[in-house]
């Protein structure tokens, strides 16, 4: 629904056009890759890949396409992320249509468009956890014990649990599930 609200919204503009819409984040990646528009609006939280992820493989493949994140996380840990990943603007789903659509003109003019009230914020605390820590401790929140993280990463089990363990240590954690909650309530994860 809001997928398609979204899309009908940025239509009703005269200059801009919607040439593609995805359920999930892999398959956002393969339109844009596909399509190769001048901007892609994503959320933060998708099914398959994050926004986030999405971002950090477009900016890996060194494509031209823009990057725009709209989403209701208004936490500095992902502004900053998404930052790292290459996103030229960062904005909160309750703003004005017309005020997305003008962010979508500046950043296709070459600016970044970034919410003034996280901008602030994201240079307060930093992600202390690396790429991998980070990706670990995603799964281990999820519930996922460590033989099927290292599965699913191609990893041994023994090199999961240091990875969790120095999460769990760079977050002041008791456990993994601990860890997980901080990492994701600061917008690390």
Do not use: C, H
């Not at 956002?28 to 609006?41: Q, W, Y």
């Not at 099914?47 to 709209?70: D, N, Q, Y």
């Amino acid at each position: 629904m809001v997928l398609g609200a979204l899309s009908t919204l940025l239509e009703i503009e005269g200059d801009i056009s919607v040439i593609g819409r995805a359920k999930n984040g892999s398959d956002a990646l393969a339109a844009v890759l596909d399509k190769k528009p001048d901007i892609f609006l994503t959320d933060i939280e998708m099914p398959e890949m994050s926004g986030l992820e999405v971002a950090a493989e477009l900016k890996r493949r060194k494509s031209a396409t823009k990057v725009i994140i709209l989403t209701t996380f208004a936490r500095a840990g992902y502004l900053r992320r998404a930052l790292d990943a290459g996103v030229s603007g960062y904005l909160l789903k309750d703003m004005a249509a017309e005020k997305l659509a003008d962010a979508v003109r500046r950043v296709q003019s070459g600016l970044r468009v970034i919410d003034p009230e996280l901008a602030a914020e994201a240079w307060v605390e930093a992600d202390p956890l690396t790429d991998r820590e980070r990706q670990v401790l995603r799964y281990a929140g999820e519930g996922m014990a460590s033989i099927d993280i290292a599965s699913k990463l191609n990893l041994s089990e023994g090199t999961v649990r240091n990875y969790l363990s120095e999460a769990i240590s760079k977050l002041g954690a008791a456990n993994r599930v601990e860890a997980a909650r901080i990492a994701r309530a600061k917008g690390w994860l």
